[in-house]
């Protein structure tokens, strides 16, 4: 299944986002690059970092830019 543009992804059992992405396709760059993006919203959101999520067509195997985001986690002290 695409994700078209406002088209939201399935949900697993505990609630994370599933989609396309294949951490067994990733080529060693790719994974190098997805590592070093995630360290940087560990390091800038500690404690209030949920996840960050590839996307877009590295996280599928195939040649193209490392696409991610992260979801925060927010609480009314945080605000």
Request: no cysteine; hydrophobic share 40%; glycine share 8%.
């Amino acid at each position: 299944m695409s994700n078209a543009q406002g088209e939201l992804w399935p949900m697993d059992r505990f609630g994370r986002a599933t989609n396309a992405a294949d951490r067994a396709r990733l080529t060693p760059l790719a994974r190098r690059v997805a590592r070093a993006i995630s360290e940087t919203y560990k390091s800038r959101f500690e404690e209030h970092l949920h996840s960050v999520y590839l996307t877009g067509a590295a996280a599928r195997g195939r040649r193209g830019p490392v696409e991610a985001f992260g979801v925060l986690r927010m609480t009314a002290t945080t605000v």
